[in-house]
């Protein structure tokens, strides 16, 4: 199940930690925002270690469908109520200055970026493509409704944004890794103040970023609520058309569609973690319906945390902490978010303000319907009275018959059949 960006890309290794250590910022995770975290603070002059509990980009960057846009499904309608107009200003001018600082990059990055028109359609009513476009008209942004998609859905138009952009994830992430001081195979145990003590070492550091996916502390900032975890799933189909365009449908469990090279990456069946859903035989049926020629060459899955209102969480870990930063809930769209996030930590481990950190504050309100949804699903997990269970926060697992796996619908951890772990916020494996 290794995706087409794991077989045409190889990134560099780098040694575990070995000894204490100290250094002046510390990033935890190695995925795309950890690893563009580190990168940006080396351009800046200051002393920064990685370190990552397996391989790095190993999590959901080698899994993305890599798509670098400021559209993030119909969110700009969300956003004005939920956030209001001052900052969802601000949640799209950040996005644009991300988008721009990939497109600055990838000129001398060989990683298959290219220009592509961005596109949300709707299989039902028109009304959301409206709305959504009224929001962009006030937000001073140009997009255009379309009254056809190349695509065998039924489709009632779609908002297309121009200049936005793919890339290849690993080819990028290899191209800014070489001179950074990474360590691999790095576990965190624990976080002290000023101090982390890891599986090799103990590292001392004045300020730390924890891009972990899904946040490692449970005690601070309330994240095992503010969070949920959301799997879809993806086929490279050879002898697929070419849309000419990235595509996403504006419901969450609907279908995306963009190209790489001679192959049509198709995407959806997705489900809240630890619940049904369609999976990969959802879209091998759509592709036998509709692309009856075309061969899977390629699946994969991936798994993204959901925030309660569709901003992610980038700044201060929790209110009473100074000096640990946190970046998660990128709501899918987790390439364009890494940098939006990597721009924003980067001024504030320096000291600096950044004028777009309002629209991502960690600690803005959690009164959001999607709260309750997370409480209930967790008060589920704890008292259903079946085995094996998760080590995060003792929750009910669930079987994964088409991953073979055993995942946890409250915070979304899973793990192999062997209770070995796969994906966090748990980080021990599965207890029996």
Not at 216 to 225: D, P, T
Request: aromatic residues 8%; charged residues 20%; neutral net charge.
């Amino acid at each position: 199940m290794d995706s087409i960006w794991t077989r045409t890309a190889q990134l560099p290794r780098f040694e575990p930690l070995r000894s204490d250590l100290r250094t002046d910022v510390l990033v935890i995770g190695g995925g795309m925002a950890g690893l563009l975290c580190a990168w940006r603070l080396r351009q800046a002059g200051v002393d920064c270690v990685l370190v990552e509990a397996d391989r790095l980009c190993g999590g959901t960057t080698k899994n993305t469908t890599a798509k670098l846009t400021v559209q993030h499904g119909l969110i700009y309608h969300r956003l004005l109520k939920e956030l209001g107009l001052a900052r969802t200003k601000l949640y799209l001018h950040a996005n644009l200055a991300a988008l721009e600082e990939y497109r600055r990059l990838c000129r001398t990055i060989d990683c298959d970026f290219q220009e592509k028109d961005s596109f949300v359609y709707a299989t039902g009513s028109r009304r959301k493509l409206d709305q959504e476009l009224e929001a962009l008209e006030r937000l001073g942004y140009p997009a255009q409704f379309v009254p056809e998609v190349p695509l065998p859905v039924p489709a009632a138009g779609a908002v297309r944004l121009e200049g936005q952009a793919q890339f290849h994830p690993l080819k990028f992430a290899a191209g800014i890794a070489g001179e950074l001081r990474i360590f691999e195979h790095t576990k965190v145990l624990e976080l002290l103040p000023g101090r982390a003590v890891t599986s090799g070492g103990t590292i001392s550091a004045e300020r730390m970023i924890v891009a972990t996916h899904f946040p490692l502390l449970n005690k601070h900032g309330g994240y095992f609520l503010k969070l949920y975890q959301h799997r879809s799933y993806v086929l490279a189909l050879e002898n697929a058309p070419d849309v000419g365009g990235m595509y996403v449908d504006e419901a969450e469990t609907g279908l995306s569609f963009r190209n790489y090279g001679d192959l049509l990456l198709l995407g959806g069946g997705g489900h809240r973690t630890g619940k049904g859903g369609g999976g990969w035989k959802e879209l091998e049926a759509f592709a036998a319906r509709h692309y009856p020629k075309a061969r899977v060459a390629a699946r994969w899955a991936a798994q993204d945390c959901m925030s309660l209102d569709g901003a992610p969480y980038v700044g201060l870990y929790s209110g009473g902490i100074s000096g640990l930063y946190v970046a998660s809930g990128f709501n899918k769209w987790g390439m364009t978010s890494s940098m939006a996030a990597a721009m924003i930590l980067t001024d504030m481990a320096l000291g600096r303000d950044h004028p777009c950190a309002p629209a991502f504050d960690p600690s803005r309100t959690v009164l959001r319907p999607q709260l309750a949804v997370n409480g209930w699903e967790s008060a589920l997990g704890l008292l259903t009275p079946t085995a094996p269970r998760c080590p995060h926060m003792g929750c009910a697992l669930k079987y994964n018959r088409q991953e073979r796996s055993w995942d946890c619908p409250c915070h979304g951890s899973r793990f192999g059949e062997d209770g070995a772990l796969i994906d966090n916020p748990a980080t021990d494996d599965m207890r029996r």
